[in-house]
């Protein structure tokens, strides 16, 4: 066995161990915690319940919008700039000129930019959001819309 029959060897490595295991347990415990409170609750791919519309939100602020039921069937992933309020809970979704462009020239000229535009810039507003299990409901804060997602 370790440190054979002299107890105070055995005493002194159960000490070290202990002490790192503590140490171990509280760094994991912060690291929950910390992720807990600063990650971001709607980050993930979501799947619209009543159309083909697909989201997928990063963590980096942007978010992807592919919606080809809007365009005749071509699948166009536009990158739309999103900021969130998790205390309000309250999400933003932004379109850019130049993220309609590079999503039109990407579908080899199937779709113009003012068709790409048309159908994404319904979705620019301001949301309240709910999650409950694995559904995501937005609520348009204007006129009240609602879009419910499932996650992917």
């Known amino acids: 066995m370790i440190a054979k029959n002299n107890e105070e060897k055995r005493n002194q490595i159960w000490r070290t ?14 690291f929950f915690v910390v992720k807990l409170f600063t ?6 791919t979501w799947n619209h319940q009543d159309s083909s519309l ?17 365009l005749d069937g071509i699948d166009v992933p536009v990158e739309m700039k999103y900021s969130i309020d998790k205390d309000a809970k309250i999400f933003t979704l ?3 000129d130049e993220a309609v462009k590079k999503a039109a020239e990407a579908s080899d000229k199937a779709v113009t930019a003012e068709e790409v535009y ?3 810039s ?10 409950e299990q694995k559904e995501l409901t ?10 419910v997602f499932d996650k992917k």
Do not use: C, F
């Not at 979705?123 to 999650?131: C, H, M, P, V």
């Open 17 to 30: 161990v202990m002490a790192v295991s503590t140490v171990l347990i509280i760094i994991i415990a912060a």
């Open 39 to 44: 990650s971001n609750p709607l980050e993930g």
């Open 54 to 70: 697909v989201m997928t939100v990063k963590g980096n602020g942007t978010a992807v919008v592919e919606w080809p039921e809007e």
């Open 94 to 96: 932004n379109v850019s």
């Open 118 to 120: 048309s159908s994404v």
């Open 122 to 131: 319904a979705l620019e507003a301001s949301y309240d959001y709910s999650i």
């Open 138 to 147: 937005l609520t348009e804060r204007e006129y009240g819309n609602q879009m």
